[in-house]
């Protein structure tokens, strides 16, 4: 995810407490790629050769040979088990030869630090990922050298990435995937893909399947850096069709390119530093924009979603309408991720408060399973704790009670301290009618 410099590729530590303990998500499930192999190429090539900017890059940059990765900065204790799950699915999902050393030399650095250093340095990104450099203070000595500017590289030597230590356990392991994957692979974003990472709608919090097939398909033998476009488009085919056969039999879902204008207004509607009335003026924007297009696709949904985010302090009922409209989007793509689970919080959490909560309850138990398999521990929390107080309103206390409980550890994890994890089980409760209180 890129912020600030629009070309450079961007995206707690827990005291003593009485909460539960922290949980994780310790198996992957990533679900393989549902979507045609010709749809697959077309996608890789605008991740490669692109920069969020829209600016073109001439040829493919990749790491050759063996890549070595160390971290340094105080990292905070849940990011190692993180960072030790990531590389053992890009080598085994990726097959790239990846291993992490303590050696300065590494290819790769990821240094720790906090989001304070962070928005110094680009004070939009909440992490971000450079070339030719291996530390925050010499990005500031040299973010304005041309060795640092990703369009003019021509190889990946060494790279780091930067992220947060203060932030939650999910935010800096989210972190770690999206700028990890930028530092190996594609650049770019792009708002059309419904199942990765790869996209600025946040959806996604690891890599994807379709993420992974992505890298390795970059790694592959038959590729090398220094590659036009045209070189790697050729060679991409046969690429697909060994790594993925299942693509082979999926019919093409030609998505449209994603204006800029559309772009704009979603970075306006959703970025830092905005007037809340020029950001609902943006989303509606987005909004006009994604109907005259005429799509029928995820975007379609988040544009609705972020409209019903930005009116839900003005008008309740506006923003309810929204959010139903991003469900009936979404519920084309619910192949493809967790898109209707973040809707749902909307609608139950609605349902909730006018005290309909056996609606709010149907509404939550479908969306569990999804938001476990995407490891999205914030919103798989919130799902339970809404469920919580719907069972207490029907007066089924003992599952209500076993319900929070369990959702506190992964509460924990997508939230943080004590104090953010409090903040939200009193923001829930204030939705039930018993006007439940801590």
């Known amino acids: 995810m890129s912020t600030g410099n629009v070309d450079t590729p961007t995206r707690a530590a827990i005291s003593d407490t009485t909460l539960p303990p922290m949980k994780s998500f310790a198996t992957p499930q990533p679900a393989q790629p549902a979507r045609s192999n010709r749809d697959i190429a077309r996608d890789f090539l605008d991740l490669s050769f692109e920069l969020e900017s829209g600016r073109s890059l001439d040829t493919l940059t990749r790491f050759e040979g063996p890549i070595t990765l160390r971290v340094t900065g105080k990292a905070p204790p849940a990011m190692m088990p993180d960072l030790n799950r ?9 097959r790239i030869d990846i291993r992490l050393v303590r050696d300065a030399s590494a290819n790769i650095t990821i240094q720790a630090v906090s989001r304070r250093e962070i928005r110094k340095a680009l004070p939009q990104a909440a992490c971000f990922v450079v070339p030719n450099i291996s530390s925050l203070s010499q990005y500031r000595s040299a973010r304005r050298n041309a060795s640092t500017n990703w369009a003019l590289l021509e190889s990946r030597e060494k790279i780091a990435l930067f992220v947060p230590n203060d932030a939650s356990p999910q935010e800096t392991r989210d972190c770690l995937h999206e700028e990890l994957a ?12 419904p ?11 690891v890599l994807t399947g379709f993420d992974m097939t ?5 790694y592959d033998p038959s590729l090398k850096n220094g590659m036009t476009r045209d070189q790697v488009a050729a060679r991409l ?3 697909l069709a060994r790594i993925n056969p299942r693509g082979e039999r999926l019919s093409s879902r030609y998505l449209p390119a994603t204006p800029r204008a559309w772009i704009d207004a979603v970075q306006t509607a959703l970025g830092p530093g905005t007037p809340p009335a020029n950001r609902r003026a943006a989303a509606r924007r987005a909004l006009q924009i ?5 799509w029928q696709d995820h975007r379609l949904g988040f544009s609705h979603y972020a409209l019903g985010r930005l009116m839900q302090s003005q008008d309740g009922n506006a923003a309810h309408a929204h959010f139903l409209n991003a469900d009936r989007a979404y519920a084309r793509v619910t192949q493809f991720g967790p898109h209707r689970a973040f809707v749902a919080t909307q609608l139950a959490a609605h349902a909730l408060s006018s005290g309909r909560t056996q ?8 969306q569990l399973p999804p938001a476990a398999q995407y490891e999205n521990a914030a919103l798989l ?6 469920r919580a107080e719907a069972l207490d309103v029907q007066g089924k206390l003992d599952e209500a009670g076993a319900v929070r409980l369990d959702s506190l550890g992964w509460a924990r994890y997508g939230f943080g301290p004590d104090w953010a994890v409090r903040s939200k089980l009193r923001e829930i409760s204030a939705l039930s009618p018993l006007n439940r209180r801590f």
């Not at 199942?195 to 919090?205: R, Y």
């Not at 994604?290 to 005429?294: D, K, L, W």
């Open 86 to 94: 990531l590389i053992a699915r890009l080598r085994n999902e990726a």
């Open 182 to 193: 930028q530092a190996l692979g594609p650049l770019n974003d792009l708002y059309r893909l």
């Open 195 to 205: 199942d990765s990472v790869f996209n600025d709608d946040n959806i996604h919090a």
């Open 214 to 218: 992505v890298l390795r398909a970059y």
């Open 237 to 239: 085919p046969a690429i």
């Open 290 to 294: 994604a109907q005259q297009q005429g």
């Open 359 to 366: 609606e709010a309850l149907n509404l939550i138990a479908p």
């Open 381 to 386: 929390s919130t799902l339970m704790l809404l």
